[in-house]
C-alpha cells in the first residue's frame, strides 16, 4: 500500500501565516529612523536621500524600471496606476474574474467598472475570452492580476491588447521578483504594480510599489500619491519637465511610503532571489508529494514562467461541494489549512467574483467551474522542504480517504 495513504495520523503544527522576522539590517535602519524621527518621506536633512526615495531606486533597478514609486498598499498603487492612466468614473476597466478583493475593489476606487474575464484550469486569464470582452465592452484598460503567482503567456496577451490599443496594468501581488521569459513580472504592461503586505514576497505590514517607463503617467502617480510640490525629492521619478503640463491639474490622492517602512524594506528587495530559490524547493517539495494522486490535478506550470512559489494550489475535478467541505475540515483537523475558492460565501481572504456587489453581476461559467474545484495554500518561507512533504503526505492521504 502506498506510505502517503497508510500514514494517516500524523499532524501538522506549523503556522501557515508565519512569515520569516524582519532582516536585522532591517531593524536596524528602522531604529535609526525612530531615534531621528524624520519618519515622513519629504522630511530629510539637506544631504540626505531618505529611506523612501532610496528604496525606490532599489526597486526600480530590481525590476529594470526606468521609474519607481513607493506607495501606501499594493491597493492604493492599482487606483493609483488606474488614475494616472486617466481611468474615468463609469469607464469599463477588464480584470480577471479570479482575483483577490483589491483587485475589483481598485477599479471601484475610481468609479470604474469592473468587467470580468475568465480563467482556465490553468489558473490564467482566458484570452480568448478577453478578445470577447475588448470587443463587447470598449474598454481601452486591462488590469491582469496575476492571481496566485500564475502568469499567462505575456507575449501573447501582449499582442491581443496592443493590437486592440488596450492598456495593460500588472497587478504583481503575487509576482514580485518573478518572471516571463526571463522578463521581470510587472515590466510587460504599461505600469506594474506591487504589495509589500505582511503575506506577499517583501514584508513592511502594508506598503506597495509602482513602476513603469513613461514620464507623465509616472509624474501623475507621483502627484496622486501626495508629493504636494516635492517632486525633486523622488530620484525614481520623472524628470522637472514631466510635471510641468500636469502638476496644477492632478489632484493630490495622499497614500505616500513613510522612511520607516522603506528602511524596513530596504534590505528585503536584495534577499528577493534568495525567497524566489527557497520558495521554489518549498513549492517543488510540495508538488512532488502530491504527484500521482487519484482525483487530484496539479496546475501544469510553463517552463517560461519564473514563478515564485509563495502559495500552492491544486484542483478535485468533479468533487462535490459536500465532499470537498468534508475534506477542507479533516485536512484541518491534522494542521493542514485549506482555502477553498468554492464555499456558498467567502471567508477570510478568498473572495470570488460573485460576492463584489458593487459590480454588476456577470455570467463566469468557467471561471465558476475552476473555482468551484480550486484548493489554496500559503508556503512561508518560515516552512522547511520536510514540513511541506509533511503537508503533502497529509493532504494525499485525506484525498484518497474522502475520494471513494
Ligand atoms: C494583496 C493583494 C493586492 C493588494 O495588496 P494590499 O497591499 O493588501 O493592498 C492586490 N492583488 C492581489 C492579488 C493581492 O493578493
Request: charged fraction near 20%.
Amino acid at each position: 500500500m502506498d506510505d502517503r495513504i497508510s500514514d494517516d495520523s500524523s499532524v501538522f503544527t506549523g503556522s501557515f501565516t508565519q512569515q520569516e522576522p524582519i532582516p536585522e539590517a532591517g531593524i536596524e535602519a528602522a531604529v535609526r529612523v525612530m531615534r531621528h524621527g524624520r519618519l515622513h518621506r519629504y522630511n530629510t536633512l539637506e544631504d540626505e536621500a531618505g529611506e523612501t526615495a532610496l528604496l525606490e531606486q532599489e526597486f526600480a533597478a530590481a525590476t529594470g524600471a526606468r521609474f519607481c514609486l513607493a506607495v501606501a498598499s499594493g491597493g492604493y498603487a492599482l487606483a493609483c496606476a488606474l488614475r494616472a492612466l486617466g481611468v474615468a468614473p463609469g469607464q469599463p476597466v477588464l480584470t480577471n474574474g479570479f482575483t483577490l478583493a483589491p483587485v475589483p475593489g481598485a477599479v471601484a476606487a475610481v468609479g470604474a467598472v469592473p468587467v470580468f474575464v475568465e480563467t482556465t484550469a490553468g489558473l490564467t486569464i482566458d484570452m480568448d475570452h478577453l478578445r470577447d470582452r475588448i470587443a463587447a465592452s470598449g474598454a481601452r484598460v486591462l488590469l491582469l492580476s496575476h492571481m496566485r503567482g500564475h502568469i499567462c503567456e505575456m507575449e501573447r496577451l501582449m499582442d491581443i491588447c496592443d493590437k486592440a490599443r488596450v492598456t495593460v496594468v500588472e497587478d504583481c501581488a503575487h509576482t514580485m521578483g518573478a518572471d516571463w521569459n526571463g522578463a521581470p513580472s510587472g515590466r510587460f504592461g504599461a505600469l506594474g504594480c506591487y504589495s509589500a503586505q505582511t503575506y506577499k514576497h517583501i514584508n513592511s505590514g502594508e506598503g506597495g510599489f509602482l513602476v513603469g517607463d513613461d514620464p507623465e503617467v509616472m509624474a501623475r502617480a507621483v502627484m496622486l500619491s501626495g508629493s504636494y510640490m516635492f517632486h525633486d525629492r523622488h530620484p525614481a521619478g520623472p524628470a522637472a519637465a514631466a510635471y510641468q503640463r500636469i502638476r496644477f491639474e492632478t489632484p493630490n490622492m495622499s497614500g505616500r511610503m513613510d522612511n520607516l517602512r522603506a528602511a524596513i524594506l530596504r534590505p528585503q528587495i536584495a534577499d528577493l532571489p534568495r525567497r524566489r530559490a527557497e520558495w521554489a524547493t518549498l513549492y517543488r517539495a510540495v508538488e512532488e508529494g502530491l504527484a500521482g494522486v487519484e482525483g487530484l490535478s496539479l496546475i501544469l506550470r510553463d517552463g517560461r514562467e519564473g514563478f515564485v512559489g509563495s502559495s500552492f494550489q491544486f484542483l478535485l475535478p468533479g468533487w462535490d461541494g459536500e465532499r470537498i467541505a468534508r475534506l477542507v475540515a479533516a485536512c484541518a483537523v491534522r494542521g493542514v489549512v485549506l482555502k477553498w475558492f468554492g464555499a456558498a460565501e467567502p471567508q477570510g481572504y478568498t473572495s470570488r467574483h460573485d460576492s463584489w456587489r458593487y459590480a454588476p453581476a456577470q455570467e463566469l461559467p468557467r471561471t465558476d467551474k475552476v473555482l468551484s474545484a480550486l484548493l489554496d495554500f500559503r508556503l512561508p518561507l518560515t516552512f522547511s522542504s520536510d514540513d511541506c512533504t509533511l503537508i503533502a503526505r497529509i493532504i494525499a492521504s485525506e484525498v484518497a480517504r474522502h475520494a471513494a
